[in-house]
């Protein structure tokens, strides 16, 4: 099985600038999580779909952020107007929906924000 | 609200030594699940285990075992023999159960940086 990939692995952008990420899933899992790790800290959640619906969102979730999964199957988080403070490690993870389901992270997509 | 406390912010072991990282957890739930995940310095994170709240029976695998303890809500990991690889960050993270007992998203704790040295 292909595991969770994430694109790209880096992104360097200036502040105000636009930054999108796409996140492809484990095939067949059905559901796909956004979570945000800064350094030190344990990742937190932002959002989560089942197939192509948004089912949850994180307060973190400000209004710049937006999530799509258009086709249930691959993800793109996006960020408008970047500020400092999202620089961070953006990961993504994917499990089938199940009883006592377990996720599994892609590779992450760090971004710095200038 | 679920709180997972990783108190162990920097644990150092020599080679072959056991090291145990410990996690508490706070949740009104009576289903949930409990993982620890390990993220070695690549930053990937890879699934170590997963732990239902019903099951408190203890798991070993090869040289990592399991002490999940309901009754002090903790859920602790021991490493044995430790090697040089084993170096990394590890993450206990807890999860709710929905009504149809799939799990929901992942509250993780800060983590416990583990360094083996040769």
């Known amino acids: 099985d292909t595991g969770v990939s994430q694109d790209p692995r880096h992104k360097i952008t200036k502040r105000g600038q636009n930054v999108t990420f796409r996140c492809d899933p484990i095939s067949e899992h059905n559901r796909l999580y956004w979570y945000r790790q800064t350094l030190g800290q344990g990742p937190e959640f932002l959002t989560y779909f089942q197939n192509e619906a948004q089912l949850e969102k994180s307060r973190l979730l400000s209004d710049r952020f937006s999530a799509e999964r258009p086709k249930g199957s691959f993800s793109t988080l996006e960020i408008q107007r970047t500020e400092q403070g999202d620089s961070a490690m953006y990961l993504c993870?994917?499990?089938?929906?199940?009883?006592?389901?377990?996720?599994?992270f892609g590779p992450g997509t760090r971004l710095t924000v200038l | 609200a679920q709180k997972v406390t990783q108190a162990q912010t920097e644990i150092s072991v020599v080679e072959k030594e056991d090291v145990t990282l410990d996690c508490v957890y706070e949740?009104?739930?009576?289903?949930?699940?409990l993982f620890w995940y390990k993220q070695p310095p690549s930053g990937e994170l890879v699934f170590l285990i997963r732990r239902n709240s019903f099951d408190e029976q203890n798991e070993i695998s090869g040289r990592y075992s399991w002490n999940f303890q309901k009754s002090t809500s903790s859920f602790n990991f021991t490493i044995t023999a430790s090697q040089v690889v084993d170096s990394a960050v590890y993450f206990c993270?807890?999860?709710?159960?929905?009504?149809?007992?799939?799990?929901?998203?992942?509250?993780f704790g800060s983590g416990t940086q583990l360094t083996v040295l040769p």
């Open positions: 993270a807890l999860s709710e159960a929905t009504s149809s007992g799939s799990a929901r998203q992942l509250t």
């Open positions: 993870a994917s499990s089938l929906l199940m009883v006592a389901d377990t996720q599994y």
């Open positions: 949740t009104r739930d009576t289903t949930y699940y």
